[in-house]
């Protein structure tokens, strides 16, 4: 069993702030995060599986970058994370809701190999990590 | 004479549009920065001058840090550059708008040094320098 | 479940000696790293929970670093390791020992999540973790 | 139980094509891969012990790197990974293979402690991971 | 004046040998870098000019990644750079000749701007920077 | 003229303290730098040349690193900078009275080529350069 993670960056404004609450209460609670900003994300996606004999590749890491492109990027580069992206609705954009969407979006289109873990970066400084329902396989 | 660097992070969202130009005009001219979206800056502040015998320093890496704080990161971090920034009414929030903005706000600021280069990274992959108006010192 | 991981630095000074060993068995055993010297520590912190479903986060990422930097950085910046650390007395102030001290500190002040794991870098080419006295979670 | 981790670079040489196919068919399944060409590779080795109560250490760093360049390095770096490395007879030189061939190679040196990881990069956006036969300890 | 700078990557294989010299002048000379390895380059391609009042742009940032990706990348990424480049012909693919190679092709093509700087990073520790002829403008 | 960085990292201990001031003065100068602690430096050494035609080189990177451990690296590495570097007496071990040093230290030992450039950084923050007496060529 081998994991194999392929690396893509994308960029996206957003900002924090629970409906339910005054604007008062959500900068007391999310800070400077309440007003409109925005990040170099970089994400990681990891799969496990085993190398095709003929290959010696776990999947083919170009064809890997195309699905993250296709399925993820695409619908988040460039991107006001609270108005553009309808998956997102009615959730707080913060890097853990982005890794549970990132995962649910990747998992079902991965045949022969098995999605692994999903790590979103906001910036250097800070990370999460999420490996699906059943935690860390 | 010695060149003395620091660096600051700042997050902060913006789009691309020239408002005399039509909506098909600004997105064939920038292409997807149209939408907003945002990055972690990179900004890099160097000035010059002589060491002080008592210190061995240029200028204290903490007070020059406390200025680019004070006078540049309190004004764009956590922003959206397109409305909340009035110093950059007028113009559209590129690296190289802001790299001049950055120097005109600092080298007045600064005493006993000089402002020698302004550098700002929008991400990994590109970086503007501005050496302020009568070139590189 | 998600993983939440925060990184801070900090600098500090310290020198590898048993004082049970003569000087010359030392440094037979720890080569340069006998000499006072110090470095850049790079500690990552990640702990581990369910997202509020209000604000989207395991735990407030401010909240967190402020946590970090009070109950470790304060007490290890901009200090020699081997005479200003009193939690350290009596241990060589190696890695695996400070990433140990680490947990013992910060575990105990966390609530509503588990810590997970702390990673302490001294340099680029070299890290160790540590998940707990019943290892990996 | 601690984990240590020790990161050594190398740059070699390589091309991926199957033998036993045609010429185009490797090139529609490698793309440009079939040329000749090169990285970059960074290697990180991670073993896990108990430190010794005498050193504050689970093995020592220099001893740790001494035996991956003895053992690895010297065999791969500066090197053409399809032609100057029998062990890799037979095999494509892709990350996979290649952090399997180190496992085996390491495995069996390290006394004291034992190999956890091996996690070797191509290139900044892609890395593999390998934990042995029996999968994550 | 502002500078522009715009990174992209590739990697290539290559090796070091005069061949007016015997085997074993060369490798007294290069050392390990006779035998065929290779390398993930980095180049920086810095270029200066004015913004444009109605873009606020020096140049336009995808424009000036094509631009480098068609004179330079496809003529040298997933190369051997001593049999597959003809520009190359006579002269050992050092990151010095490089550099003036791709300053060569890269300057003629730059319209309302100018060339300012190529730099080539054959690794992390190295790096080499050409001005042109004229030297450091 | 080409010119070529070679970039190699040392870690040593230092305190800033200017002995003719109260240690009330120092503190209240130089802040928690008063007590010592340490850093990994990271070295970028520049030197200007024409390429060699017969190797395509300015220096030979080896070369040039190994005259950069012997002159440098060896005389800082693993050491208390305030207490094991003679040539150190009498200055503060500020980053610009180290780079002033190297600089006085290398440039006489470079032949066929020219020292242009000193950079030293103490943390990933910061920077100081210096170009010699005559400031930048």
């Not at 007391?28 to 994300?41: E, Q, S, T």
């Not at 399925?71 to 982005?98: C, F, M, Q, W």
Request: hydrophobic share 40%.
């Amino acid at each position: 069993m081998i994991r194999l993670t392929k690396r893509v960056e994308f960029c996206a404004a957003h900002r924090y702030a629970n409906p339910r609450w005054s604007e008062e209460e959500n900068r007391r609670r999310f800070g400077k995060a309440v007003n409109l900003h925005g990040h170099n994300y970089v994400l990681e996606v990891t799969i496990q599986g085993e190398p095709a004999p003929e290959t010696g590749m776990v999947m083919d890491l170009k064809a890997l970058k195309d699905l993250i492109v296709e399925v993820v990027v695409d619908h988040l580069d460039h991107k006001n994370l609270n108005l553009d992206v309808p998956a997102l609705e009615g959730r707080i954009p913060t890097s853990e809701n982005l890794a549970v969407l990132i995962w649910d979006l990747l998992g079902p289109r991965l045949h022969g190999c098995a999605l692994s873990r999903v790590c979103l970066r906001e910036d250097a400084g800070s990370s999460v990590e999420y490996f699906g329902e059943r935690g860390r396989p």
